[in-house]
């Protein structure tokens, strides 16, 4: 995340499956990057195409480079003891879509088909991009570190953010948002919504005088955003609270639930 504008270049690779490498499916694919683009103010730099054997979709592998000064940096190493820890939209927003799209008729006799549409939907609302959240809360001041959960979901994403500030993290389990319809997904296919591919959601860690002006600006641009926990000091650790429970330490996911599902359907 930064401040101010930027250069930025992208770079990117495009497979396509055999059999399906008409003029139109490669035009369709550059229009859409080259539109993301110019919304973005990134310069389109080049890329490559080839024809690959035993694909059944296309794949579009991309590079985005950008130029910061170091004082505007913000990694995940910045997260310092007393810091809130905030997190936007909710999660699994990336595993919710993925899984009404790939396996619609594991959810048929739970979802209606509004809803399954609703769910696949969520790659574009809330969507899975943490831009305009990240410029807000920048712009807005008092955020020491960002982490944008992905693989292994928020669970992996707070243990990754721990071992890269070399602090403690505790989090509260019910503060954690979980969408309706993720929730009932997630609980179809017997998956934990907290391992699962999380994109879509921006973890971020504020000081504490000013994690409440960061929640309200985002929220005031219409993005769900919530406070769930807080950075002590203390070896790389991640804690887990819930009402009714003791404190104990919040299981760092091997691999991220998803895999299980596409294991279980192979």
């Known amino acids: ?27 369709n694919l550059s229009n859409q990057v080259y539109q993301a ?18 694909l059944d979709r296309p794949l579009l592998i ?9 004082q505007n940096l913000v990694t995940p190493r910045g997260a310092r003891p007393g810091d809130a820890i905030l997190i936007t939209k909710g999660v699994p927003i990336e595993g919710t879509a993925i899984l009404a799209h790939e396996f619609p008729s594991r959810l048929a006799g ?12 969520f790659l574009h609302q809330p969507g899975i991009s ?8 920048v712009q807005t001041g008092g955020v020491t570190a960002m982490h944008d959960p992905t693989e292994g979901g928020l669970a992996a994403a707070l243990w990754e953010l721990a071992k890269a500030s070399n602090n403690s993290l505790e989090i509260n389990l019910d503060a954690i948002p979980i969408p309706a319809l993720s929730r009932r997904i997630c609980r179809v296919f017997g998956i934990n919504p907290l391992a ?7 973890l971020m860690t504020c000081a504490p005088e000013q994690a409440k002006s ?16 807080v950075v002590m000091d203390g070896p ?31």
């Open 1 to 27: 995340a930064t401040t101010g504008a930027v250069p930025k270049w992208l770079l990117v690779t495009a497979l396509l499956p055999e059999g399906q490498t008409t003029p139109e499916l490669v035009e």
């Open 130 to 137: 943490v831009l305009k959240e990240a410029q807000i809360a």
């Open 196 to 202: 699962t591919i999380a994109s879509g959601a921006l």
């Open 214 to 229: 960061v929640q309200h600006a985002i929220q005031a641009d219409g993005i769900a955003c919530a406070q769930i926990g």
């Open 37 to 54: 683009c110019q919304a973005h103010q990134i310069s389109l730099v080049g890329g490559h195409t080839e024809i690959t054997h035993g």
């Open 62 to 70: 991309g590079t985005l480079i950008g130029e910061v000064s170091p």
């Open 110 to 121: 739970e979802l209606s088909t509004d809803e399954i549409e609703i769910a696949r939907q």
């Open 236 to 266: 790389p650790m991640v804690w887990e609270i819930a009402s009714g429970t003791r404190r104990k330490r919040l299981h760092y996911p091997a691999r991220d639930e998803i895999a299980r599902v596409y294991e279980q359907a192979s």
